[in-house]
């Protein structure tokens, strides 16, 4: 493994931890509307009282768990692909269509990402705020751009493994999804549906 192989693995494996712990926090957020919105159905009908700010509080949280998983999603390829067309192609022309796909995506965050800050930047300077409890939006609108920051390093990190993989097609994937054929994805759900038979009683 070269100097510059080992570098995007370990640059890979970092970035990863902190793209987990976004996706905890997604999680957590999820649970947290969850666990909210039983308390007010069940505080509605049965206590007849309600939480105050309750739409507020769910506007806040739904940014956490909408944003904060995709680039973990980017990472091990959970968006939706349509690749039916490139199938039977050499692996050199997926990954340089791969790559060409990254690199279109890394332009459109760019631009997102400057369009995003600025829109906080006006909720900060406006104090904009909720309508119920006047809870303060800028932190929501600020995580936008932060994630979108987060995914563009994860966009980086893929653009610069395609390149590596393009010049060598049977190397090993190091910071992208493994593109699995239809074979293989089939072999993956017989044994995973096997697996399940093994384990009944």
């Known amino acids: 493994m070269g100097d510059g192989t080992a570098a995007l693995a370990v640059a890979h494996r970092y970035w990863a931890r902190l793209e987990d712990g976004m996706n905890l926090v997604a999680a957590a957020a999820i649970f947290f509307l969850m666990f909210v919105g039983v308390f007010q159905i069940i505080g509605r009908t049965v206590f007849d009282t309600a939480i105050y700010g309750y739409i507020d509080y ?6 956490l768990f909408a944003f904060l998983g995709i680039s973990y999603a980017q990472r091990v390829g959970a968006h939706i692909r349509m690749d039916l067309l490139l199938r039977g192609f050499s692996m050199r022309f997926l990954w340089s269509m791969e790559l060409f ?13 400057d369009s995003t800050f600025q829109n906080f930047v006006r909720a900060w300077q406006l104090g904009d705020s909720t309508i119920d409890i006047k809870l303060p939006v800028w932190p929501t609108k600020l995580i936008v751009p932060f994630v979108l920051v987060v995914l563009c390093v994860r966009l980086v990190l893929q653009a610069l493994d395609y390149m590596r993989l393009i010049r060598h097609p ?3 994937p190091i910071a992208v999804p493994v593109i699995e ?8 759900e017989i044994a995973e549906a096997l697996g399940r038979e093994e384990k009944r009683p």
């Open 101 to 113: 796909c990254v690199l279109v995506a890394m332009v459109v965050i760019i631009v997102l990402i």
């Open 58 to 63: 769910m506007e806040q949280a739904s940014a």
């Open 170 to 172: 049977d190397a090993e």
């Open 181 to 188: 054929t239809i074979e293989v994805q089939a072999k993956n």
